[in-house]
Structures are given as structure tokens and as C-alpha cells.
Nanobody, 123 residues
Framework: QVQLVESGGGLVQAGGSLRLSCAAS????????MGWFRQAPGKEREWLAT????????YYSDSVKGRFTISKDRAKNTVYLQMNSLKPEDTAVYYC????????????????WGQGTQVTVSS
């Protein structure tokens, strides 16, 4: 089992920044990748970014590329999502997930999920 705990959400004005954290514990060695997703009210959960634990590999969705940056601190078993130039449409609950090298943008390809952290961007 892997436990994931997100933090860092909150209320920010448009154009501002936030950094989300996702602390992983448990059998983290069994998972090779970490990802960030978000879900706005009435919408499907959307994949944002992926990072590999043991390689310098990152992937981003077009909706956040250039504004969001995923990073990791392997010693702390923590993954971050730096979000810049935030827009009101970025308002959502943000989730981190643990998966394998085969995990993709498909939700079902990820094994473990955190409880989510709310991000609200005011205009």
C-alpha cells in the first residue's frame, strides 16, 4: 500500500502562484511514477503532469505546459506541483497519484490516490 497526502492548496488571485506538495509513504518503491490531476465541479478528472521517480522524465498536458512544473524530492518521498500564472479556470480539487511507468493520462492506469487539496483562483 502507498499513502499519499496532498497539501498547499488555498485561495489565490488570478496571476498568482501556489506550490502543491504530495508526500508519499508506505511501499513507495513499488511505484515508478507520480502524477497530478485535477477535478473541477461537474467535470471529469483531468491529468496534468507526470514525473518518474528514478529518471529525469516529465510529461505535461497542453493545458498547463509552460505554467505548471512538476518536481520531486526523492529523499523526502515528496512530489511538488509549482503553479504559476493561475487562472480562474484552474479552480479545482487537485489530486496526486502513484503509478507505474505504464501509467498514462487515463485515471484507471494509476494505482493510488491522495484525498485532494482545493485550489481556488479568484478573478
Amino acid at each position: 500500500q502507498v499513502q499519499l497526502v496532498e497539501s498547499g492548496g488555498g485561495l489565490v488571485q488570478a496571476g498568482g502562484s501556489l506550490r502543491l506538495s504530495c508526500a508519499a509513504s508506505g511501499r513507495t518503491f513499488s511505484e515508478n511514477a507520480m502524477g497530478w490531476f485535477r477535478q473541477a465541479p461537474g467535470k471529469e478528472r483531468e491529468w496534468l503532469a507526470t514525473i518518474r521517480w528514478n529518471a529525469i522524465i516529465t510529461y505535461y498536458s497542453d493545458s498547463v505546459k509552460g505554467r505548471f512544473t512538476i518536481s520531486k524530492d526523492r529523499a523526502k518521498n515528496t512530489v511538488y506541483l509549482q503553479m504559476n500564472s493561475l487562472k480562474p479556470e484552474d479552480t479545482a480539487v487537485y489530486y496526486c497519484a502513484a503509478g507505474t511507468a505504464q501509467s498514462t493520462s487515463r485515471i484507471r492506469s494509476w494505482d493510488y490516490w491522495g484525498q485532494g487539496t482545493q485550489v481556488t483562483v479568484s478573478s
